[in-house]
């Protein structure tokens, strides 16, 4: 029985790590969108989002399967209960590629301008926070996971910034609203991308420890 249990550990690890790389792919394309405007690119990413829905799907009945025939403890049990939640945050996220996708779409459709806001830098740093929570996962790398924890007081400020500048920019320019509010928008959806990567992150944290870090201060 351990061998087969093993074996279903390993499965489900490679099946969580093929859908942080398709989520991974999906946040890059969204971002390269938002500077592109490439609106094949952008009903790529909305038409195909039932795909991570599926893998989501078919990940969490896969641990709970192996939760109802073995009954693991111990780190066993850690790894299933991270897996699951690791799960959820990625499917969280490739939805919130999909909402800057939609929003490019507006915006492509309205008034535009300039944007008020450099969301190329914002841009990059939820992707290495991204990659930096799988990584640590990858490696059961705590240092790393402590660190994508730190990045996100940064991603907040930026979309207080982000905010503050849409706001400034409305009120000398109320013709173009809807193109500022939707790209104030995106700025909420990078933030929103930054939040679950500090939360795969805080799995992994709680997979190598055992210690739920959630609401501490970094």
């Not at 799960?87 to 800057?100: C, G, P, S």
């Not at 459709?109 to 914002?122: L, Q, V």
């Not at 841009?123 to 799988?134: A, D, N, P, R, T």
């Given at each position: ?39 094949p ?100 790398d ?21 905010y ?49 870090v ?5």
């Amino acid at each position: 029985m351990t061998i087969h249990f093993q074996h279903e550990l390993e499965k489900i690890k490679k099946r969580i790590l093929a859908l942080g790389s398709i989520v991974e792919e999906r946040v890059r394309m969204a971002v390269k969108a938002i500077d592109t405007d490439d609106l094949p690119m952008v009903e790529q990413l909305i038409n195909t989002d039932y795909e991570v829905d599926e893998m989501e799907v078919e990940i969490e009945e896969e641990c709970l399967k192996v939760l109802a025939l073995y009954q693991p403890v111990a780190v066993d049990l850690r790894f299933l209960i991270s897996v699951i939640k690791i799960n959820n945050d990625l499917e969280r996220i490739a939805d919130e590629a999909v909402n800057i996708a939609q929003r490019v779409q507006v915006i492509h459709d309205s008034e535009r301008g300039a944007f008020p806001f450099d969301y190329a830098t914002m841009g990059e740093k939820v992707q290495l926070m991204l990659k930096k929570s799988l990584d640590a996962f990858v490696n059961l790398d705590l240092d790393l996971a402590f660190n994508v924890l730190t990045r996100d007081d940064e991603i907040d400020a930026m979309h207080r910034n982000a905010y503050d500048s849409a706001k400034k920019t409305v009120t000398e320019e109320p013709h173009r609203v809807k193109f500022f509010m939707n790209s104030y928008l995106i700025s909420r959806h990078l933030e929103r991308i930054g939040d679950h990567a500090t939360n795969i992150a805080e799995e992994v944290i709680y997979l190598i420890e055992g210690q739920i870090v959630r609401h501490e201060k970094f």
